[in-house]
């Protein structure tokens, strides 16, 4: 049986990733944080083109390999396909995280290949980096409200590591300055990744 999913929204390549990507996002979920004078023009022009735009159609789930679901959506005239798996454990465990997701997202414009993302249920500090490890291998994650993206230049790497990997682990603070942990099953990962990527050519 399908899981309930929080649906991630795919993201804009740029010359400044960081800003564009979490702005598009913050679009649409209906939040953004302004850091920067040219931050604040890009919030103003992606607010208003989300606002003109029909909200995102339901995801559709196509597939499920062990521990990982395939998605796929329709978004303001495009196609989006993810694969996407929950955390197997959180810690603290006295703490409220809501639904932990990661997930591997594709677009059939190909504006958005291999792009992985973390979202949970509270916002994370976003002066404080986020670490995502499979094996010896870390990379950061930056920030955005209630979500983290890698940096455009680690996106294929951490999806190699995802499909090769046995579990991968996303340590982070909260909004609330408390550090979060989380372990996410790989089993199944390079299939599910395999078939979103497939879906979306």
Known sequence: MFRNLFIPCWNLRTYDFRSFRALWRSAIFGRYSVTSTSTSILVALVTSLTLALPAAAAPQAVAQYKDWQVFIQSHQGETLC??????TDKAPRSADHGDVWF????????????QPSLRVGYDLREDLPSKARVGRSAWSLFNVGNEAFADDSDDSRIVRALERGSELRVEGVSARDTAVAYHFSLSGSANAIRKARESCR
Do not use: D, E, I, P
């Open 103 to 114: 997930y591997v997202t594709q677009s059939k414009s190909g504006r958005a290949r291999n």
């Open 82 to 87: 993810f694969a996407a798996t929950q955390a």
